[in-house]
């Protein structure tokens, strides 16, 4: 049984740019969230999406914007990229929502 | 505004020493909480969770944690720590209601052989 996967495992883009990362859930899952974790920092809540609607939300710029399919799958796109946007961009799938099982990540850099 | 606090940034110990490691969250209403693990090179892997009941939870690789409610606290702790245990471990909580979790910033622990 496949756990999460990201893709792709690292990224490198110029300030300006747009970029999709893409996420699979853990089969069962319906639910998904995304997470930038910078160097030296835990994860922060970027937002969940179940039934392909965004369900929460937490405080970043409208730049930051998702998808979610109807296999569950997910893209978080980020445009007009700033430097201060590198780090890595942890996905998370979840069968209820409470619990949380991670992806290994897609690590940004933005030059 | 919700925040997770983990005191010890480094801990070093030798193998067989005990560990504790703090988690302190700023939240007055309902929480889940959540302890993950990422040793080097992996992914995060949930280490253990609490949602109600009793407030000692066994999670795996006997790893426990105490929830306190009148601290604000879910504190990790390992009787006896081994050099596998060397990883960077993050305390998490998400608010009653919410499907959020808020992070600290990790404790990276060594162990030493």
């Known amino acids: 049984d496949a756990g999460v996967t990201q893709s792709p495992t690292h990224l490198i883009k110029t300030r300006g740019q747009q970029v999709t990362l893409r996420c699979s859930p853990k089969?069962?899952?319906?639910?998904v969230s995304w997470y930038q974790q910078a160097l030296g920092q835990g994860p922060q809540f970027i937002f969940q999406?179940?039934?392909?609607?965004?369900?929460q939300r937490g405080n970043f710029p409208d730049r930051f914007s998702g998808h979610q399919f109807p296999n569950y799958s997910s893209e978080l796109n980020v445009n007009a990229l700033l430097l201060g946007d590198s780090a890595l961009y942890l996905c998370?799938?979840?069968?209820?929502?409470?619990?949380?099982?991670f992806g290994a990540g897609t690590r940004l850099s933005v030059l | 505004a919700q925040s997770v606090s983990q005191h010890n940034h480094h801990v070093i110990l030798s193998e067989a020493a005990s560990l504790e490691l703090g988690c302190n969250y700023s939240?007055?209403?309902?929480?889940?909480l959540f302890w993950y693990v990422q040793y080097p090179g992996q992914h995060l892997q949930l280490l253990l969770k609490?949602?109600?009941?009793?407030?000692l939870v066994k999670g795996i690789k006997g790893f426990e944690a105490e929830f306190i409610k009148s601290k604000f606290s879910f504190n990790l702790r390992k009787p006896s720590v081994q050099w596998s245990d060397t990883a960077e471990y993050f305390c998490?909580?998400?608010?009653?209601?919410?499907?959020?979790?808020?992070f600290g910033t990790g404790t990276r622990l060594k162990v030493l052989a």
């Open positions: 998370a799938s979840s069968p209820d929502g409470n619990i949380q099982y």
């Open positions: 089969s069962g899952h319906d639910t």
């Open positions: 999406y179940y039934e392909e609607e965004e369900r």
């Open positions: 939240y007055g209403g309902t929480v889940n």
């Open positions: 609490y949602f109600s009941g009793d407030p």
């Open positions: 998490a909580v998400a608010p009653s209601g919410t499907y959020k979790y808020i």
